[in-house]
């Protein structure tokens, strides 16, 4: 099972990093510009030529010769830093890109594929090593193409659009087990630049990822993936993302099964630093949550939150973010007490979370009653002080005076009943809840370091 999964990691992994590769071999070879990826980490093992009337293909194979160079120069291209354990991973691999374009001046269309034809030299020899047949299945997928990235890119519009090649593959091997990966209509497009665009779709009708061996198994399943970003600058931007659903069963060889499924998900994110505060807002909703296995049976629907982070500090947010955008390459105690040191910094500035709402409709728990669920609103402002570095050393208690606090918990009776069944504690809070109907609420305020729940004093 171990083998197959590591497997099933590196061929996922190397379908992930085609669009980070593809799109920059691409863009820099549209620009003639082969020398420059070839001194920095890639060696061009391979150029050919096709010209016709009317059109021109060429093919090129380029080797990953120098992984540490050529991850130093798509580190150049995003603030996002790749770790140094990728070095190793794609250390070795050989990609295959063809281009094909009009020779006539009109046309400005070009088209792209991008594929890998070769595993990493580390995952070439212990595969080679430990199970050949396998390897010999890899490389016959690979070297035909089993893995593509497709692009059409409209150049004088600045517009791209194309597809991933739908993966269907099923492996079994020597021992019965059984390895199944599915990549199902693959779709994006967009305009900008290839390495940086302004806007970016994307769409994935399903993934699909399964390993079985002796009568233990684990499945991994997406279906209905979409995707929108637009980008006005690498803190400014608006995202959105939906999925149909997705699963995750587990299967052990004492016919016990864990399975966790969630549908019709739904996901947006934004930033905006274009005033004199920066500005984040997130907000998710899922209709359906399962979680089914021989201890528990959870049913909860009407999922929902949405938080907005305001008055950040520009500057020091912007110092913030290009910190930890560094923190799988630099990692370290050092750089641990810079990020605290960043953070305090940007804490010292001010800034005020929202919660307009945190809450979920039913729930259904092992497949008794449906009971109603919670809500909670609140409001979280923090005051700007420059000896906040000061005070967190000599009296971080003192740190509640710089807080005011406003928030609405409300739970349902029932739903309570059940928290306090699990967690007895919370009995305690029980003589400060204030009726409302069938639900239970608490007002809680925090001001100049004094607390208050439903009006009562909190010592």
């Given amino acids: 099972m171990k083998k197959i999964l590591i497997a099933l990691i ?7 990093l085609l669009p980070i590769v593809g799109n920059k071999v691409a863009d820099e070879v549209l620009n003639e510009r082969v020398s420059l990826l070839t001194s920095n980490g890639l060696e061009l093992k391979n150029d050919v030529t096709e010209s016709s009337y009317l059109s021109t293909k060429k093919h090129y194979e380029f080797l990953l010769s120098d992984a540490p160079k050529f991850i130093e120069y798509l580190n150049q291209y995003s603030d996002a830093q790749i770790p140094p354990y990728i070095e190793a991973m794609i250390s070795g691999v050989v990609v295959g890109v063809d281009i094909e374009h ?3 001046p009109l046309s400005s269309k070009l088209l792209v594929d991008i594929y890998p034809l070769t595993l990493p030299t580390t995952i070439t020899d212990e595969l080679k090593q430990e199970n050949l047949d396998f390897y010999n299945y890899i490389d016959k997928l690979l070297q035909g193409k089993g893995v593509l990235y497709h692009m059409n890119y409209y150049i004088a519009d600045g517009l791209f659009d194309g597809y991933i090649k739908n993966i269907d593959a099923e492996y079994t091997f020597d021992n019965g087990s059984k390895m199944i990966f599915q990549l199902l209509d693959a779709t994006y497009y967009g305009d900008g630049t290839l390495i940086a665009p302004k ?17 233990k198994g684990i499945t991994f399943e997406i279906n209905d993936l979409t995707s929108a970003s637009t980008f006005e600058s690498q803190s400014t931007y608006a995202s959105s993302a939906a999925m149909k659903s997705m699963s995750i069963v587990v299967q052990d060889a004492k016919s016990s099964k864990v399975e966790a499924a969630i549908e019709d998900i739904k996901v947006n994110i934004s930033s905006n630093t274009q005033g004199k505060k920066a500005e984040f807002y997130v907000k998710s ?9 021989k201890d528990a049976n959870i049913v909860a629907s009407g999922f929902n939150y949405d938080l907005s982070l305001n008055g950040v500090d520009k500057d020091s947010y912007e110092e913030f973010r290009i910190l930890t955008s560094h923190v799988n390459a630099n990692y370290s105690p050092d750089f641990e007490q810079k990020i605290q040191a960043s953070v305090t910094k940007l804490l010292s500035k001010g800034l005020s979370l929202s919660v307009a709402d945190l809450s979920m409709k039913k729930i259904l728990i092992e497949n008794k009653k449906t009971i109603d669920g919670f809500s909670i609103m609140a409001r979280i402002v923090l005051k700007e002080d420059s000896d906040l570095a000061k005070k967190l050393k000599s009296s971080p208690m003192s740190i509640a005076n710089n807080l005011n606090i406003a928030s609405t918990i409300k739970f349902s009776k029932d739903f309570y009943a059940l928290v306090n069944k699990e967690a007895p504690i919370t009995s305690l809070a029980g003589g400060l809840a204030r009726e409302d109907g069938n639900n239970l609420v608490f007002e809680i305020k ?12 909190i010592n």
Avoid: H
Avoid at 10 to 16: L, R, Y
Avoid at 285 to 293: F, G, P, Q, T, V
């Fill in 285 to 293: 909703s899922l209709a359906k949550m399962k979680i089914n296995s």
């Fill in 10 to 16: 590196v061929i996922v992994g190397v379908i992930a």
């Fill in 199 to 215: 806007n970016l779709q994307t769409s994935i009708s399903k993934i699909l990822i399964r390993a079985d061996e002796s009568g």
């Fill in 446 to 457: 925090l001001n100049n370091g004094k607390l208050t729940v439903n009006e009562k004093a």
């Fill in 102 to 104: 009009s020779n006539f």
